[in-house]
């Protein structure tokens, strides 16, 4: 909510990923934030945020230490944001980069 957050990593099936890299190359950059998945009881919207490039894949492994300030900056290290996505630094997550709107 601060605006630390300028990047996050997802495990998205081939179909989300498209769908958000459709909406990049459609020039629909500007998107709600939500606390859960809009049809999750008590799911509620955080604000707006508009997308900085266009999502792309990347290994965890492959994260860099900046990225992870992007992230938030709530790990101590890489290892420990690694963990919380599984433990597997080769896997390959999506990308998304973006700034706060507003």
């Known amino acids: 909510m601060a605006g630390n957050k300028t990047c ?8 989300q990923f498209e769908r958000w890299v459709r909406a990049w190359r459609e020039d629909r ?4 934030a939500w ?3 809009p049809f999750v009881a008590g799911a509620r919207t955080l604000g707006r945020f508009r997308l900085t ?4 894949r990347e290994r965890l492994a492959d994260m860099t230490e900046a990225d992870l ?12 944001f690694v963990d919380l996505l599984g433990g597997n630094a080769e896997q390959v997550v999506t990308v998304v980069r973006f ?4």
């Open 8 to 15: 996050t990593r997802r495990k998205w099936k081939d179909m």
């Open 29 to 32: 950059h500007v998107h709600d």
């Open 35 to 37: 606390s859960n998945l």
């Open 53 to 56: 490039c266009e999502p792309y």
């Open 69 to 80: 300030q992007a992230e938030g900056g709530l790990w101590r290290d890489k290892e420990e």
């Open 99 to 102: 700034v706060r709107e507003g």
